[in-house]
């Protein structure tokens, strides 16, 4: 997790990814994935809301908390990249 104040920086193994939303916006498709993780103890409830284009790919991944977009922390690409690929196994 990128702390977006630039004052930490880790690398999350997430584990546990689990579908708990899904939800139209649009032509996009929201998921609200819930996951477990050494995540920062500032993070409250976090989970990922990924975001599908009418093509099916992932336009997006965004870190959440209390089910709104982090104000603190942003995902890493290493981060991202877990959430996609465990994503793109689903759909199969």
């Known amino acids: 997790m990128i702390d977006l104040t630039f004052e930490k920086y880790s690398e999350c193994n997430l584990s546990e990814l689990k579908i708990v939303d899904s939800y139209s916006v649009h032509q996009w498709e929201h998921f609200v994935v819930a996951f477990e993780g050494e995540v920062p103890s500032e993070l409250q409830e976090p989970e990922a809301l ?8 992932v336009l997006q991944v965004i870190l959440r908390e209390e089910g709104c977009d982090s104000p603190l922390f942003q995902f890493t690409e290493n981060e991202k990249k877990q ?9 199969k």
């Open 50 to 57: 990924v975001i599908v284009g009418e093509s099916g790919n």
């Open 83 to 91: 959430i996609i690929d465990w994503f793109e196994q689903q759909e």
